[in-house]
């Protein structure tokens, strides 16, 4: 069973409080992956984040980090990460996962914290999915479905 964390409960508060289910949800930051160095290098909570995504999501045929640097189980062996935040939530830190196999984006937004790393939505090919713990918060599914392919 996939619990709640604390930050999320008080982002659903927030964004309850402020009224009409607006995340008001931004990119922050942008890095593509293209060798496990690269990877490496900004830090060890990104390489268990990525960890994460192939122990818990399909992400095409890769079992472990170094796979995703493959061009055989990722398009052109790239993998994406971009930084997400709640102009509501302030204290909910996200983080988006995604890469492309045969054509197709798969990607994972995470929620990451003192409490560990959740799934929050799947992207599976531009259909959004909510992964993570109980009702489907008013609002957020369909604000990063626009953020992701609208911007």
Not at 36 to 52: C, M, T, W
Not at 65 to 73: G, I, K, L, Q
Not at 140 to 151: C, H, K, V
């Amino acid at each position: 069973e996939i619990v709640e964390s604390a930050a999320f409960r008080e982002a659903r508060e927030a964004v309850a409080a402020a009224g009409g289910g607006e995340w008001r949800l931004e990119f922050t930051d942008r890095k593509l992956y293209r060798n496990l160095s690269q990877l490496e290098a900004d830090g060890e909570d990104k390489v268990s984040q990525l960890e994460f995504i192939l122990a818990n999501a399909y992400f095409g045929e890769c079992k472990v980090v170094a796979d995703c640097f493959n061009e055989r189980n990722c398009d052109d062996g790239i993998v994406l990460r971009r930084g997400v935040k709640s102009g509501v939530a302030e204290g909910l830190r996200l983080e988006y996962w995604e890469a492309g196999f045969g054509g197709n984006s798969m990607g994972q937004l995470l929620e990451v914290g003192r409490e560990g790393i959740r799934k929050v939505v799947e992207n599976c090919d531009t259909d959004m999915i909510w992964r993570g713990a109980g009702e489907e918060p008013e609002g957020l599914t369909g604000q990063f479905w626009a953020l992701r392919y609208e911007e």
